[in-house]
């Protein structure tokens, strides 16, 4: 057999029917779903009178739209709790497994789902959510879906699917000091344009990659929908199976071992081909910081807002002009001296422990800013909570001045009531700048969890690496 | 789905490149349980000021746009989130083919289960569309899926596309009803490659039993 590439293994396995010139039918191992997108697909499904093939295979979670304080009141928000209703009795009716509101394990579907041992290497897995590719981390072939497929995996546990490009990133060097998955990711989406994975799944690989823990790993495989991919992937290694081991969905014992010789084989072949490759080298990676209202309008912490006429092609001077419109920017301002009025740190992004711990060693003994409207840190689950508050991290958040909240995507997305107000501008950990994406007329500027902790604590961003701390793993 | 085999129409020029679907749709309309009536709620924060007031400097407002049914668009459109909502609310709102030079995955796959036809095409061609599309008052495309072009009087180009989408929506396929056609195999793939999800420690989770 032929070289192959992590994703060809995966996608061979999972080939449940291929024929020339037709999309493949490709098994789904784990079908995540949540409050946001499902209801319309099992309404579908009702309406054809269809079943859910596999509700042992399928997770719901509610995360997009639950409240991040007072959980233990009844849901004010009649929309959120339409969409919580739905999702509760759509699972009663079909046997899907709920993680619901006042479950333990309930947070963000792409943080739990590796938290529970769900996401496993070698396995499909798809949710109505683009940032299913977090789950790639693990070396598993996951991306985003839109509600008709979500209606179309729940029938028949399978996808249509042409198969994708490959793009092999790889990732030379040895990070700094300070400089975090954040901004490998950030820099690598400035580096390749917000399109540049466009009809590709990207593997991540190189010594920076394997460097990273799991956690990291995670955040950079999140952003890859952010570059245009649908999917990015990082073989599975020994810090992949000693994340995974123990974890409530892992085989146990002998079992374990098994798995583990299985995943050693998922890792690309030497010699294997990709459609297309990209080098970075870590070493030259900067802190990193959005100016504009795409991920790849992104500059060096030490950089300036650029002119719009640096750019030579037209469509794209006219897009800057409109960002610092919307941003309120003036060209060559440096990215030091913005002044913010919230910081927001969580997501799906960067909201698990590693990240808070991070963030927690940045702000420790110092107070947030008093021209801060609001520091907000919001977990990625409860169980993330809990460890945190286990570690005290919760104190030195509300010590400084912070909010600490229950879990949940927030203000990432906006669809609770943790909203960025219109003209307000915010350091955030999430993964999107796009206009009004963390409320109506609210200004994204996306950093890493100790670029926003410093953030918060100065009242505008800092080059966290004069700081002496490091950017945890 | 309704099948798609030609259309002509009014064509709209939406002159931004990367248009995301936070931009579509945005999130707080994303919270309704159905799948129709999200017209209203296309590029809403672009097309409305307060009030729901039509925002005049928007191109969708100007009165030689309205009834348009072909949007003309620029590189990676409907890049970011992979809500459906966007092109129910593109479908919704009149449009039935979008113009660009690319489109994000998520987007572009979600257009055929809506019986939306994307067409890319190379963008110099984009470039005149827009030309004409501003210097023409009334400017029509037809759009023939099966021969695979777009033309106005004189001009016509030709776009590529996917053999098995474009037999798709020309015939407007159920595509679940088209799986579950090969039931048979999906379980033979079952029994030969058993997958499952195994609780070794209890999680807090409910769990009902599938109602017959």
């Known amino acids: ?83 919580f209703d739905a999702l509760t009795q759509n699972c009663r009716e079909t ?69 994708s490009k490959t793009l092999r990133i790889e990732v030379h060097g040895q990070r700094p000091p300070g400089i975090t998955a954040k901004d490998i990711i950030l820099a690598i989406i400035g580096k390749i344009g917000v399109a540049g994975g466009t009809g590709h799944v990207i593997e991540y690989a190189g010594p920076a990659i394997r460097a990273l823990g799991m956690e990291g790993r995670m955040t950079v495989c999140n952003m890859s929908i952010e570059a245009g991919a649908r999917a990015g992937m990082v073989a599975p290694d020994d810090t992949t199976f000693a994340y995974l081991e123990g974890r409530p969905f892992v085989p146990r014992g002998k079992d374990f071992q098994v798995a583990v010789d299985f995943w ?103 107070k947030v800013a008093r021209s801060l409207k609001q520091a907000l840190v919001v977990p990625g689950s409860r169980v993330v909570k809990a460890q945190a508050e286990k570690e005290g991290l919760d104190k030195i958040f509300t010590d400084a001045g912070f909010e600490w909240r229950d879990a949940g995507c927030s203000m990432c997305v906006a669809m609770n009531d943790d909203i960025l107000p219109s003209g307000e501008r915010c350091a955030s950990t999430s993964n999107r700048n796009f206009e009004g994406r963390q409320g109506k007329g609210g200004r994204t500027h996306l950093a890493s969890p100790i670029m926003a902790a ?18 945890a793993d | 789905m309704q099948p798609f085999a030609q259309h002509s129409g009014l064509v709209a020029p939406l002159d931004r490149v990367n248009v995301d679907t936070d931009q579509m749709i945005p999130v707080r309309f994303c919270r309704l349980l159905t ?38 668009a620029r590189a990676n459109f409907g890049c970011g989130s992979s809500r459906e909502h966007a092109p129910w609310g593109v479908l919704d709102y009149g449009f039935r083919v979008v113009i660009a030079p690319s489109f994000a995955d998520i987007f572009y796959n979600n257009c055929f289960k809506n019986g939306i036809l994307p067409v890319t095409l190379r963008d110099a061609e984009v470039d005149d569309l827009f030309q004409r599309t501003e210097q023409t008052e009334g400017y029509r495309l037809t759009v023939d899926l099966e021969k695979q072009t777009i033309a106005n009087d004189g001009l016509e180009l030709s776009f590529a596309i996917e053999p098995s989408r474009k037999h798709a929506l020309l015939k407007g396929l159920d595509e679940i009803g088209q799986s579950l056609q090969h039931t048979d195999k999906i379980a033979a793939f079952e029994k030969a490659h058993p997958t499952q999800a195994v609780m070794h420690d209890p999680v807090d989770v409910i769990i009902s039993e599938p109602k017959p």
């Open chain 1, 454 to 471: 410093a953030a918060a604590i100065e009242g505008h961003f800092v080059d966290i690496r004069q700081w002496g701390v490091n950017g």
């Open chain 2, 35 to 72: 799948r129709e009536g999200y017209g209203r709620f296309l590029f809403y924060s672009w097309r409305y000021l307060e009030g729901e007031k039509p925002n005049p400097d928007f191109v969708l407002n100007r009165p030689r746009f309205r009834g348009a049914s072909i949007l003309l």
């Open chain 1, 1 to 83: 057999m032929p070289p192959r590439t992590l994703y060809e293994k995966i996608w061979s396995a999972h080939a449940v029917l291929e024929q020339p010139d037709q999309p493949a039918l490709i098994y789904i191992d784990r079908h995540l779903i949540h409050e946001g997108t499902s209801p319309q697909a099992f309404s579908g499904l009702k309406q054809a009178g269809r079943t859910v093939r596999r509700p042992d295979l399928t997770f719901a979670v509610m995360d997009h739209s639950v409240p991040t304080q007072n959980r233990h009141l009844p849901i004010v928000d009649d929309i959120a709790k339409a969409q």
């Open chain 1, 264 to 366: 050693k084989s998922l890792a690309t072949d030497p010699g294997a081909a990709y459609d297309r490759s990209v080098e970075l080298n870590a070493e030259e990676i900067k802190p990193q910081v959005t100016w504009g209202t795409n991920p790849g309008m992104v500059t060096d912490v030490t950089g300036r807002v650029p002119d719009p006429n640096s750019f030579r092609n037209p469509v794209e001077r006219k897009a800057a002009e409109r960002a610092l419109e919307y941003m309120a920017l003036e060209p060559g301002t440096r990215m030091v001296d913005i002044p913010l009025d919230r910081v927001f740190i969580g997501s799906c992004t960067n909201s698990r422990i590693s990240d808070l711990r991070a963030a927690a060693r940045v702000v420790v003994g110092k």
């Open chain 1, 95 to 163: 046997g899907v497994r709920l993680f619901d509101l006042h479950s333990r394990n309930q947070g963000i579907v792409h943080v739990i789902g590796p938290e529970l041992g769900l996401t496993q290497p070698g396995l499909t897995i798809v949710c109505g959510d683009s940032h299913t590719s977090t789950h790639g981390a693990l070396g598993a072939l996951a991306f985003g879906i839109g509600t008709s497929e979500v209606e179309h995996v729940l029938a028949t546990q399978c996808l249509l699917q042409l198969k």
